[in-house]
C-alpha cells in the first residue's frame, strides 16, 4: 500500500504552491487548482485492515503506518468563456479497489445558469446524498482527518454520469435551495476474496432541500439507487436454488442484488458561530436486498477553534438490521459448505459500531493544515462490512492514530 515515488514528489510539488497560496494557473477564462492530502494511519490493535470506506481493498492494520487510506491528491480545471457558462474537470488520484493509484475523472461536467437563482449541470457528477458527501476528498474542506467512516464508509457510489437541476430563492435571512438529479454510476467496488463487483449501469435518483443562514444550516435528503449487477456471491445464490428447496431459492432470491432498490433518507444540522463550528447528521437505509441490510446511522461533531488550533470531538454509530436466515438445508456433511457460505456472507454485509473521537486541527499556514486525530472503535460484528481481513478470533475493539497534511491550491 505503499504510494508511487512520483505520487509523492507530485504532493510535494503541489503543497509548495499552497504554501505560495498561488494556483497552478489562472487567467480571465481559465484556471486549474488543486487539493491533496498526505496521511498516514497506525492502528494499535491489528486484528483487521482499518478502511476509509468500502471502495479500499485493504487498509491500516498492526504491521507499521498505512500512506494509503487518506492520502490523495486532486486537479480542476474550470473553463468559464461566458459569465452563464462554464465547464469543470476534476481528476483525483487515491487507493483504488484494485490497489493502484490510477487517476480517475470524478467532475466533468458543464453548468448553464438559467437565471441567478436556476442552474443546470450535466455530465460527471459528485453524489450529493449527505452534507459533504460530493466533496470528501477534499480533506482541507473539513475539521476531521476523515469523514465518519459509521457515516460515510459505507456510501458506494462518489459520482454518477448524469444531471442535476438547482433552484435557490431568499427566504427571510437566508437562503433556500433545492436539487435534483438523475444519472448512472460507473464504479467499481472490492469484494471477499479478491473479487469485483461493478457499479456500471447502476441507476442513481435524488434530491434534497436546504436552508441556510447566517449561522444554521438545514438539510433534508433522499436518494434511490438500484443496483443493476448480480453479487460476486452469485455462484452460491446459483447452489441455493438448484436444491430445489423452497425456502433455499427464497433466500437466493432475498440476497441477490442485480435490479435491487436502496433508498437513503438523511437529514443534517450544522452551526457555526465565530471560532465555535458543530454538525449532527442521521441516515437510514432501506435495502431490498439482504446483502445490504437496512440500516441506521448518524454522527455528532463539535470544534472550537483557538488561534491557529482548533480542538474537535466526534461521536459516530451505524447498526444494520439482523440479516441472518436459515437455508433450510440440513446441517450435515453435504450442506456445511453452503450453509457456512451463507452465513458469512451475510455476516460480512453488516455494521454495528460505534466511534470515539479527539482530534485536533492546526491551520499553520494558508491553505494548508495538519491534522492528530485519535479514534476509538468498538465493532459488535466479525466480519463488518467497514473493515477487511478479520481474524477469526478479533474482538472488535481498535484504537486508530491517524496524521494528515491537507492543502488547496
Known amino acids: 500500500m505503499k504510494p508511487h515515488f512520483f505520487v509523492a514528489t507530485l504532493l510535494g510539488l503541489c503543497l509548495s504552491r499552497a504554501v505560495l497560496a498561488e494556483p497552478l494557473f489562472a487567467s480571465e477564462t481559465l484556471s486549474l ?26 487498509g491500516a492494520r498492526g504491521d507499521g503506518v498505512a500512506w494509503a487510506v487518506d492520502s490523495r491528491l486532486g486537479l480542476q480545471a474550470t473553463w468559464r468563456p461566458l459569465e452563464d457558462f462554464e465547464s469543470t474537470l476534476q481528476l483525483v488520484s487515491k487507493y483504488r479497489h484494485d490497489g493502484s493509484y490510477h487517476p480517475e ?27 459533504q458527501a460530493d466533496s470528501r476528498d477534499i480533506g482541507y474542506g473539513y475539521l476531521w482527518v476523515r469523514p465518519p467512516v459509521d457515516y460515510f464508509g459505507r456510501l458506494s457510489v462518489s459520482y454518477f454520469d448524469g444531471a442535476d437541476f438547482a433552484v435557490t430563492q431568499e427566504l427571510g435571512e437566508g437562503i433556500l435551495k433545492g436539487k435534483l438529479y438523475a444519472g448512472q454510476a460507473r464504479e467499481t467496488l472490492p469484494a471477499d476474496g479478491g473479487a469485483q463487483y461493478s457499479l456500471d449501469g447502476t441507476s442513481v435518483a435524488g434530491g ?18 438500484r443496483l443493476e449487477n448480480e453479487t460476486p456471491a452469485e455462484p452460491l445464490l446459483n447452489v441455493l436454488q438448484s436444491t430445489g428447496i423452497p425456502q433455499a431459492v ?12 436502496s433508498d437513503f433518507f438523511g437529514a443534517g444540522i450544522a452551526y457555526e458561530n465565530g471560532p465555535l463550528q458543530s454538525q449532527l447528521a442521521i441516515s437510514y437505509l432501506a435495502s431490498d436486498s439482504l446483502m445490504f441490510p437496512d440500516s441506521n446511522s448518524g454522527y455528532w461533531s463539535i470544534g472550537y477553534r483557538i488561534g491557529q488550533w482548533t480542538p474537535y470531538l466526534v461521536y459516530s454509530r451505524i447498526k444494520s438490521d439482523h440479516n441472518q436466515r436459515a437455508t433450510g438445508l440440513p446441517n450435515i456433511p453435504p450442506f456445511d459448505a453452503i450453509n457456512a457460505g451463507v ?5 460480512g454485509s453488516r455494521a454495528d459500531q460505534e466511534t470515539f473521537t479527539l482530534g485536533m486541527r492546526y491551520d499553520f499556514a494558508r491553505n494548508v493544515d495538519f491534522k492528530l486525530q485519535l479514534d ?34
Request: cysteine-free; proline content about 4%.
Open 105 to 131: 475523472i470524478t467532475w466533468a461536467f458543464l453548468k448553464y445558469m438559467v437565471t441567478p437563482n436556476v442552474q443546470i449541470r450535466a455530465g460527471r457528477l459528485g453524489t450529493d446524498i449527505y452534507l
Open 376 to 409: 476509538w472503535v468498538d465493532s459488535r460484528v466479525n466480519p463488518s462490512l467497514l473493515w477487511r481481513n478479520p481474524d477469526p478470533d478479533w474482538d472488535g475493539q481498535a484504537t486508530i492514530i491517524s496524521a494528515t497534511l491537507d492543502f488547496v491550491f
Open 33 to 58: 487548482n488543486g487539493f491533496g492530502t498526505l496521511g498516514g494511519v497506525y492502528n494499535l490493535d491489528g486484528g483487521a485492515d482499518f478502511i476509509r470506506d468500502i471502495s479500499q481493498p485493504d
Open 208 to 225: 434534497h432541500i436546504e436552508y441556510q443562514n447566517l449561522n444554521w444550516l438545514f438539510r433534508v435528503s433522499y436518494a434511490a439507487i
Open 343 to 347: 452465513a458469512q456472507a451475510l455476516s
Open 250 to 261: 427464497a433466500l437466493a432470491q432475498e440476497m441477490s442484488l442485480a435490479r435491487k432498490r
